[in-house]
């Protein structure tokens, strides 16, 4: 089975500063990772995906996300902040070996001006 | 657009009454997911159809759902006599292939956000 956890429900950076936001996972065998963006009133749109190809990912919007397997973590992170950063974020996991997400409970990102 | 649809977008019911929500996925995609979102979580995974098969319906929380997808296109999530407790916004993915594996990116509609009183 397979779980997300995700540290920090509500994060706070002001504009121009680093976005680091944390999901770690747990997968018997070797994940699917995801994050999606969540704006008011939208659905989930895919930020960026770990597939296991490249462990260091890029998205869209400047984001970006390293699949740390001793660490079992694949926190997002994006140099610098923009207003429009502020959103809902979720990770979540799949295998290739089933097809449903698990999603973590999310972070909701603050930026301050 | 080419996206998932979804309708209502916002759906208020009093308790006891039947709900249909209506998912349109994408054109030609195969797999369609029902997700439920509650207020301050993440999604959660109710109901599984590859084409018109409900292959996975675990996640349903009682026998008063039900969803379907009679010609492998669109799908209908129906609720019979509502309880608060199904307050939530509902979900709707849709991805290309059958299955799990890399290729099934599944891509999500606006969502319906039920509020039941």
């Known amino acids: 089975a397979q779980s997300v956890t995700q540290l920090g429900s509500h994060v706070s950076v002001s504009e121009g500063a680093l976005v680091l936001l944390r999901c770690n996972y747990s997968s018997s065998v070797p994940p699917y990772l995801f994050w999606y963006v969540q704006y008011p009133n939208q659905g989930l749109q895919l930020l960026l995906k770990?597939?296991?190809?490249?462990?260091l990912v890029k998205g869209i919007n400047g984001f970006e996300a390293e699949f740390k397997k001793s660490e079992t973590s694949f926190h997002l992170t994006k140099p610098s902040a923009h207003m429009s950063d502020a959103a809902e974020y979720f990770c979540?996991?799949?295998?290739?070996?089933?097809?449903?997400?698990?999603f973590g409970t999310g972070t909701r990102l603050k930026v301050l001006a | 657009g080419a996206g998932v649809s979804q309708s209502p977008r916002y759906k208020v019911a009093k308790r006891g009454q039947d709900v249909a929500l209506r998912c349109d996925p994408i054109s030609g995609h195969v797999s369609l997911f029902w997700y439920q979102q509650a207020l301050g979580q993440g999604p959660e995974f109710l109901t599984y159809f590859q084409n018109e098969a409900q292959l996975d319906k675990s996640g349903l929380p009682s026998d008063r759902f039900f969803a379907e997808r009679p010609e492998g296109s669109v799908s209908t999530l129906k609720i019979q006599r509502t309880q608060q407790e199904d307050s939530a916004v509902y979900l709707c993915?849709?991805?290309?292939?059958?299955?799990?594996?890399?290729?099934?990116?599944?891509?999500f509609g606006p969502g319906t956000r039920l509020t039941v009183l």
């Open positions: 993915a849709s991805s290309l292939g059958g299955g799990g594996g890399n290729y099934n990116e599944q891509f």
């Open positions: 979540a996991v799949s295998t290739s070996g089933t097809y449903k997400y698990i």
């Open positions: 770990y597939t296991s190809a490249a462990t």
